[in-house]
């Protein structure tokens, strides 16, 4: 059975909770490790969140040294069973890798994404998204199956109970990038239209008149969750590699490009009339 929750979430809250606990009562983490008589390599690993697999026995040992109340340890102990838990996405390694942006999207209450070159992925049509995975041909047909799957699967999301809020700015370039059947564009320009007719799903258009704005090093996702404990983060792609980033500061800077590019690009109701201006030009 796998989880709808983030387990990598749990975990992270888990790392925070745990240091909190730890300098609350004024003890370096070499000091903790010892008393404790928990590894300090383990200790330190449940700290970064890189703990996989996190024993109970140290938790209580742990729970025990910094005098936590029994809420405290029951609700860790909670927290350490979830992140040993897998979500959907653990069934496809093969198109995520080792970092998974759904496993942050199932437990996310906005997402915010920036993209220049293509539809965003929790918004494209299944025809468009396999002319996306085969327009660089570095996929074999199973592997772009394999792909196309796992991204729809990330889309059910978007219409599940509480669904979180979506909000895209889409650079121009991506509505009007040619594809061999222009028939996918048309049917994926009005997908678009359908999704910014929810209430959840807020879609605006950075025209080429906007001149040269913030984003130009790129699309990237920010995420934020509903619990407080956890912070905001932001995620990028390059050609091989998958990056959160999760510095305060560094994240901050992606916020407020987000907001630069909100203020640059068109509102609802314009960009609604952009996108069907296109379709007729297009068509």
């Known amino acids: ?3 709808t929750f983030s387990p990598t979430v749990r975990r992270r809250r888990l790392a925070r909770e745990l240091r909190r606990l730890r300098e609350s009562q004024g003890l370096k983490l070499s000091v903790a490790a010892k008393t404790a008589d928990v590894p300090q ?3 330190s690993n449940i700290e970064s969140a890189d703990a996989r697999r996190i024993k109970a026995r140290d938790i209580d040992a742990l729970v025990d ?4 109340p029994e809420e405290v340890r029951s609700a860790l ?3 350490a069973r979830e992140s040993k838990e897998q ?3 653990s069934s496809y390694k093969d198109v995520f890798g080792g970092n998974a942006i759904p496993d942050f999207e199932a437990e996310a209450s906005m997402i915010r994404t920036y993209q220049c070159q293509v539809i965003p992925g929790l918004l494209q049509t299944p025809r468009y998204s396999e002319a996306v995975f085969r327009g660089g041909r570095a996929y074999s047909d199973d592997e772009v199956r394999r ?3 796992a991204r729809l699967q990330r889309q059910h999301i978007l219409g599940r109970y509480q669904p979180p809020h979506f909000w895209a700015v889409i ?3 991506a509505l009007r990038r040619r594809l061999d059947d222009p028939e996918i564009m048309q049917e994926q320009l009005q997908h678009l239209l359908n999704m910014a007719t929810r209430k959840n799903v807020d879609l605006q258009v950075l025209p080429f008149n906007a001149g040269m704005h913030a984003g130009l090093s790129g ?3 920010l995420l934020d969750f509903p619990n407080p404990a956890d912070p905001c983060i932001a995620y990028t792609e390059t050609a091989t590699a998958s990056l959160f980033v999760q510095d305060s500061d560094s994240v901050q800077r992606y916020v407020t490009i987000f907001s630069n590019l909100n203020s640059a690009a068109l509102q609802a109701p314009h960009t609604t009339h952009f996108i069907q201006q296109i379709m007729e030009q297009e068509n």
């Not at 040294?65 to 936590?68: I, M, P």
């Open 171 to 173: 650079d121009e370039a």
């Open 219 to 221: 699309s990237f996702v």
């Open 147 to 149: 792909n196309v799957d």
């Open 65 to 68: 040294l910094y005098k936590a």
């Open 1 to 3: 059975m796998h989880s």
């Open 41 to 43: 390599s383990t200790l």
């Open 87 to 89: 979500g959907w996405w």
């Open 77 to 79: 102990h909670e927290l």
